[in-house]
């Protein structure tokens, strides 16, 4: 059965349930009795139970549907961040907020941690920090025992960071120190291969042994050659790769925005700089900048640190990061730099794209990202993404689980990875 929509087009709780299997009552019109449904079973009614969650109980919510045990609490704990006045079923006032307590607060991140996996507490504590302004209770170390930590509570973490009382800072480290170790669990392994693999093969030599020809190479370069009588290929140029030695070495720069829209990005970028320089044939460097630079290459062994040498916040003068990155570069033709940035310049506009377009001049290659995080873009300057783009260094948002392939691509000096997000 095809449920019917209101006026403005938008299909009623009673209709979505309706859809389902049970044997529902309906009144003269055929509109779904809600007391019907109340009492279906099975399928339908656990579908009617989540529908009743969703919506809050309010009067207008249609389902009719009472709570009762565990189910009651979940609805409490939603009740208490997303509820929106009004009055639920046992007739007291259902308002958002969570009071101004640490303990308080406290105990709803321990419900919502007994009734909901861990990556919907992630959002509902997220969600809590935005809409009911939670982040100077994270000040306090009792508070920050109790929630589920993630990549972007690191990001409110930091930027809480100068805020953040001494009894804090301890705990505080031990919450991004978790994060952080588990980003590394999840990412080192595939960045070291892929990165591996990256350096052998841009290590090309002339006269390869047969195990290292790069055939595919070697074929193309080729083509020429072509005998058709004998429906083949003469190499006339062998193309291979060796294994690059510990001496063959590429540098990277890792240039990474530190405002305030950037968190989970420095986040990230701070856990591959420390993965990147843990591998020798990989010379690393990590510069972050608002209006000033702060080169933390010092501190690439223990990516909390880097983290807690940031300063989320504040202005943007690319210009002046670059110009710094652009100091550091010593063998441009082996030399990665990566920009981590919306690219809403402050500075000098037309002194960046000059910066880019001449170290792009020397061999050094330049990749922009909007964002290195799981959200996808973030708003950003598209006239200067086009521009740098018309520069041969096109912007786009990267992944995590992307990013080891976009640095290898770099490497080889081949096309990056570009997502589609069309």
Excluded at 355 to 384: C, K, N, W
Aim: contains cysteine; hydrophobic residues 45%.
């Amino acid at each position: 059965m095809t449920a019917p929509a209101d006026a403005n087009g938008v299909s009623t709780a009673n209709d979505l349930a309706d859809a389902t299997d049970a044997t529902d009552a309906t009144d003269a019109t055929g509109v779904v009795d809600a007391t019907g449904i109340g009492a279906a079973t099975g399928a339908a009614g656990e579908r009617l139970r989540r529908w009743r969650l969703v919506l809050g109980g309010d009067e207008a919510d249609g389902t009719g549907r009472a709570l009762t045990g565990q189910d009651a609490a979940m609805d409490g704990a939603l009740g208490a961040l997303y509820g929106k006045g009004g009055k639920g079923q046992t007739g007291r006032d259902r308002s958002a907020g969570l009071g101004a307590s640490a303990p308080s607060v406290a105990r709803w991140l321990g419900d919502i941690r007994t009734y909901f996996p861990s990556s919907v507490v992630q959002i509902m504590q997220r969600d809590a920090i935005d809409r009911l302004g939670l982040s100077a209770l994270l000040l306090e170390p009792e508070m920050l025992e109790a929630v589920e930590a993630d990549v972007h509570l690191v990001g409110t973490l930091l930027s809480l960071n100068k805020a953040m009382p001494e009894t804090t800072k301890e705990t505080a480290r031990a919450v991004v120190r978790k994060v952080v170790e588990d980003l590394e669990k999840r990412l080192a392994t595939r960045t070291r291969a892929t990165l591996t693999g990256a350096l052998d093969r841009s290590a090309r030599i002339s006269r390869p042994r047969h195990h290292d020809i790069d055939w595919n190479r070697t074929i193309a370069a080729n083509l020429k050659h072509y005998l058709p009588e004998y429906r083949t290929i003469v190499p006339e140029r062998l193309i291979g790769y060796g294994r690059a030695s510990q001496s063959v070495k590429k540098e990277v720069i890792l240039c990474i925005d530190q405002s305030g829209s950037m968190a989970a990005s420095v986040v990230y970028a701070s856990v591959f700089g420390a993965v990147l320089a843990s591998m020798r044939s990989i010379n690393t460097r990590l510069v972050v900048f608002d209006t000033a630079v702060v080169d933390l290459t010092d501190q690439l062994d223990d990516p909390v640190d880097v983290l807690f040498g940031t300063q989320l916040g504040g202005g943007t003068d690319i210009n002046r990061a670059l110009a710094y990155c652009q100091s550091q570069i010593t063998r441009p033709a082996d030399t990665v730099v990566v920009l981590i940035s919306d690219l809403y310049e402050g500075g000098i506009r037309n002194e960046m794209l000059k910066r880019v377009a001449a170290m792009r001049a020397s061999g050094v290659q330049f990749v922009t990202l909007l964002a290195l995080s799981d959200e996808g873009a973030p708003a950003y300057d598209r006239e200067h993404a086009a521009a740098l783009a018309a520069l041969g260094a096109p912007a786009f948002a990267c992944t995590p689980d992307l990013f080891p392939e976009v640095m290898a691509a770099a490497v080889e000096k081949r096309p990056l990875p570009i997502p589609d997000t069309t």
